[in-house]
């Protein structure tokens, strides 16, 4: 039997840690006469299956019902269970991949609105524009979509322009592709939607007048893009024709 320091410097965990996990039910201990705690080996093997569940970003809540199944079922069991908490948090950190790759595109539009504006010898207010830097959404709202009256140019020069489409061809080969009225709509293995948002981020720097959407649906991503009328035939080079 360990004490709990032997037990934190087998394991690794701090006895804070442990006695934590003690509290949540994740760990028990025994007691001797003079009231310590004692562990047995077993818990060392149990405080690895618990950082490798914590490593996959695993609540403690989720990680507590994964022991239950480890403890009283067969390894078939402890996959089948880990395989759905797994591909649920997949899905969750890919929306955040897309969700932050738009927040880096709005960074750069702010970021380039706030060189445009002129230096002024007063202390800030509205009217310098810089409160305006990030819109409010009823403002958002009223406004006319950036795509649509964005002009259809690259500035992209022929060499990046090609390596730019290759890089699309490689993410999108495979995809189901439908025709819309403005643009294309593909459906893709979710995977791939932390390189399409980080892509499409890019290309919006380059050629505004695409516009991007990311609809994550379990194991798919579909992913439109819409271009005004003129942009038709570059929506054509970049994404291929129709099949």
């Known amino acids: 039997m360990m004490r709990i320091s032997q037990l934190a410097e087998r394991s690794g965990v701090p006895a804070t840690t442990l006695r934590y996990y003690e509290s949540a039910g994740l760990l028990a201990a025994d007691r001797s006469p003079a009231g310590y705690r004692l562990y047995g080996e077993e818990a060392v093997e149990r405080l690895a299956f618990i950082g490798s569940a ?9 990680i507590s019902e994964l022991l239950a ?9 402890v996959k089948a269970d880990l395989r759905t908490r797994i591909a649920a948090r997949i899905t969750d950190a890919e929306a955040r991949v897309a969700d932050l790759a738009g927040f880096i595109t709005t960074l750069h539009r702010s970021l380039e609105h706030l060189d445009t ?28 979509e950036r795509w649509r009256s964005a002009p259809v140019a690259c500035s992209l020069d022929s060499g990046g322009l090609a390596e730019r489409t290759a890089q699309w ?14 643009g294309i709509r593909l459906t893709l293995p979710a995977d791939r939607a932390g390189d ?48």
């Open 54 to 62: 914590k490593h996959l970003g695993l609540p403690l809540e989720e």
């Open 69 to 77: 199944v480890w403890e009283s079922g067969a390894c078939a069991e």
């Open 117 to 144: 504006l002129p230096d002024r010898p007063g202390r800030c207010d509205p009217e310098c524009g810089f409160l305006a830097l990030l819109p409010s959404r009823q403002a958002a709202r009223g406004r006319p």
């Open 169 to 182: 061809r490689r993410l999108i080969d495979g995809a189901l592709r439908q025709e819309t009225e403005d």
């Open 196 to 243: 399409i948002a980080t892509l499409a981020a890019a290309e919006q720097r380059c050629c505004p007048f695409f516009d991007f959407s990311l609809h994550l649906d379990g194991p798919v991503l579909h992913l439109r893009v819409r271009v005004p009328a003129e942009g038709i035939a570059l929506l054509t080079e970049v994404f291929g024709p129709a099949a």
